[in-house]
């Protein structure tokens, strides 16, 4: 009762606004950040930041700002590892792979979105019917959209709308440059040059000194 009763608390007054935004961004190490935002009544603010950081855990961080004189938003985020089957939240698993070339980097991120384990009751799956979330994603290199299952991509950027009702998994592909092994290399073929240079303008009168043909008659 009292997991239901905080879940009827923190959800209610989102998901009848309709203004859930979830922002998932991706580092190139594989750190994963994810933030929930809503706009809610001042009335419900303080209560819903409990409730939220009850919920979810305090290992989240939850916060209200004021917008305009009846409304606020409320805002929770958590920062994680890249280690694999990782639970953020419950009903929620996210894996994040790195594969590197010479020069190229490639960005794999798999969300799966088990309803079940978050919506456990008719009243919790009633409450969560009312809405559709916005789910977006910032990847560390450019998306490819032929590998990313998402509604649509923007460069480095993907979004979707979640149905909270509905089990999903999400797969983001993103390709990315390695810049410090590029900067090595332009390092390298600098210092090359460096100490090449002084032999240069002998190479080149080597190169121009004219030649001499023997004839034989």
Request: glycine residues 4%; positive net charge.
């Given at each position: 009762m009292m997991r239901m009763a905080r879940l009827v608390v923190f959800c209610l007054p989102l998901l009848l606004t309709g203004c859930v935004e979830?922002?998932?961004?991706?580092?190139?190490?594989?750190?994963?950040?994810?933030?929930?935002?809503?706009?809610?009544?001042?009335?419900?603010?303080?209560?819903?930041k409990a409730a939220a950081q009850n919920y979810l855990g305090r290992d989240w961080r939850v916060t209200v700002e004021r917008?305009?004189?009846?409304?606020?938003?409320?805002?929770?985020?958590?920062?994680?590892s890249q280690a694999a089957g990782t639970k953020p939240m419950p009903g929620v698993v996210?894996?994040?792979?790195?594969?590197n070339g010479w020069f190229r980097a490639t960005y794999e991120l798999k969300i799966r979105y088990e309803p079940s384990e978050l919506l456990q009751t008719k009243d919790e799956r009633a409450i969560a019917s009312n809405s559709?979330?916005?789910?977006?994603?910032?990847?560390?290199?450019?998306i490819l959209p032929e590998q990313s299952t998402v509604t649509s991509v923007d460069g480095n950027k993907a979004e979707l709308t979640l149905d909270p009702l509905s089990r999903t998994e999400v797969q983001i592909v993103a390709v990315g440059i390695i810049w410090?092994?590029?900067?090595?290399?332009?390092?390298?073929?600098?210092?090359?040059?460096?100490?090449?240079a002084p032999y240069v303008p002998r190479i080149v009168e080597r190169l121009k000194r004219?030649?001499?043909?023997?004839?034989?008659?």
């Open positions: 979830v922002e998932i961004q991706v580092s190139s190490l594989g750190k994963i950040t994810q933030t929930f935002t809503a706009a809610v009544s001042q009335r419900a603010a303080d209560v819903l917008k305009g004189e009846k409304m606020n938003i409320i805002r929770a985020w958590k920062s994680y996210a894996e994040f792979r790195r594969r559709k979330v916005t789910v977006r994603f910032f990847m560390p290199g450019r410090w092994r590029l900067g090595l290399l332009l390092l390298v073929i600098a210092v090359l040059i460096w100490f090449i004219p030649t001499v043909k023997v004839v034989q008659r």
